[in-house]
């Protein structure tokens, strides 16, 4: 079963799918949008990247605050959430993302990247990271 990991930002969207065998997650692609609210571009290439690498089931990352309650960036993760079933009849499973954004960035920092260039791949490797936390769950459970 193929898996796709999604870190889901205010202005991009990482995407991340795994292997067939599902055991290691790759990144794809960050999807841009012009705006916030322009959502529609975002969903109609989600569902594309779902039929190309014929995905089952979507991960989407859970913003949480450190103290494990739900903010802002949460409450319009479940909206999307939402939206994403609606729209690809999948099941989209929220994964705790906490620190992963600063996890991605630091593997970026070590492996010598520059700043300028961090930016295109950061929310792609965010999003490897949640798949990734994810497939190892499912290995030890």
Known sequence: MRIMGLDFGSKTVGVAVCDPLGITAQTVETITRASENKMRQTLARIEQLIGEYEIERIVLGYPKNMNNTVG????KTQEFKAALERRTGLEVIL???????VAAERVLIESGVRRENRKKSVDQIAAAMILQGYLDSLQYS
């Open 72 to 75: 802002e960036r949460g409450e």
């Open 95 to 101: 994964w705790d993302e906490r620190l992963t954004t």
